[in-house]
Structures are given as C-alpha cells and as structure tokens.
C-alpha cells in the first residue's frame, strides 16, 4: 500500500522544528533494523513523545506505526491523520484484538511504537511496565528497542498549558540497544530488562540535557530526584488514580 499520508506528515513536522529552531540530538538511531520487525518502546512524558520517537527512526527510513487510545481515532481531526498513517488503535475492552494487529503489523516486517507506561508519567521518570512490548516482540519473533525522549514535557505535558510555539527548547531522543527475545526465559524477565535499560537511558538524558531551569518557577520539568518541583513517583500515582476516579464518576 502507498504511503500517501505519512511522508508530508514527517515533512511538515520537520518544517515545525525548524521553525521552533528545537535542538535536537539523536543517539542510537544506527540501532533501529533498516528491515524487518521491531517493537519502539518508548518513555511517556509528553502528549508529543510519538512525533519524536518516531524521528528516532527517521535515518533508518522507517515509519513508526504507533499504538495509540482509541478516542484519538475517533476524534474528527486526528482520526483521519491516524488511520492514513496507518497507527494501530487500542481500545481497551476489546485489548486482544488490538494486540493482534500490532503482532500481525511486526510479523509483516513493519516498526510498531508503544509506550509501556501506558499513560504520560507526571513525576517524568519511568513508571512501571506493562508486558505488552515484550509479548508482542516474544510473539512476533523481532528485536525490542528501549528508547528514551526528554525536553518533550517543557511543550505540552499532562496538567500544564501547551506551550506548543516555545522556541530553541532542547530534545533528547537516545535510542538503546536491541533486546532479543530469544535470550528471555520470558515476558516478565524481559520486560525487567526493558525497564533497566529505558531507565538508564531516560537517567542520561536528564542528567546530560543542556538546560537547567531558569528559577523555582520554572523547576516543574524536572523530577524530584535532580532538584526539580515535579511531583514524586509516590504523588504522581496517587494523581493518576485520582483522575481515574474522576473519569469514572
């Protein structure tokens, strides 16, 4: 099938960085397979991290088909987009069926994006994992790539205004070694290890990011453990279950 949509869609988001001037520096793209199968699992600090983990991927010529809640497909603006991107939605009362498209998508040689997070971190270190990632690289037979995004959050993040036209923002985008699932006696070893290692490359980017906040006012982006006034991992799960408790009410 032609890629009709994609293309001017990665142009146009490379027309927006060059615009906002955004500072990007790329590690590890070398890693991303130039064929065949492989699982992005990215960090989640932004509503944005999909835009740039896919630019992750970029020099190996590869689109990024991510998986994405279903509401964003449904909505009128973004679904179009989405669904001629060909991005995989998840729609959490019908999970199997989600899983088998991204499994299906893996085995026909394409590079599928999940954050195993599940939703944006607000404490902006990683939370614990779903296995998902690693099933599906278990199943499908492909390498799993920790990938770590930082800078994101300072545009548009969960519980603060966008900031969408902010210029010269430095972005981080480190991209780790494969992960072979063959060498897992299983999902929950391999998904240890995907946490171990997006850790450590989510820990780098922080601690080597060339900015530092411009006062207390301005310390909300970074977490706790570097000085920041970002909420602790502790308070950012009792936010999150307050917001589920609200979404249900």
Known sequence: MPELLYPPV??????????????????????????????????????????FCGYGAHKSRRLVRFMAK????????????????????????????????AVGALRRGEVVGVFPEATISRSFTVKELKSGAARMALDAAVPLLPVAVWGTQRLWTKGRPKTLTRRHT????????????????????????????????????????????????????QPGHLGGTAPT?????????RGRRTSAS
Do not use: C
């Open 10 to 51: 990665i142009a146009a988001a490379k027309t927006m960085f060059r615009v906002l001037d955004l500072r990007l520096t790329v590690e590890g793209s070398h890693h991303v397979p130039r064929t065949g199968g492989a699982v992005l699992a990215s960090n989640h600090v932004s509503y944005l991290d999909f835009i």
């Open 70 to 101: 279903h509401e964003v497909f449904a909505h009128r603006v973004s679904g179009p987009l989405m669904r001629g991107m060909r991005h995989i939605p998840v729609d959490r009362r019908a999970g199997a069926g989600s899983y088998s498209s």
């Open 170 to 221: 430095p972005i981080t985008i480190l991209i780790g070694e494969p992960i072979d699932p063959a060498d897992f006696p299983d999902t929950n070893a391999m998904t240890g290890e995907l946490k171990s290692r997006l850790t450590a490359l989510v820990d780098r980017a922080q601690r080597e990011y060339p900015d530092k906040p411009a006062g207390p006012e301005d310390a909300w982006w």
């Open 233 to 241: 991992p502790e308070e950012a799960a009792e936010l999150d279950r």
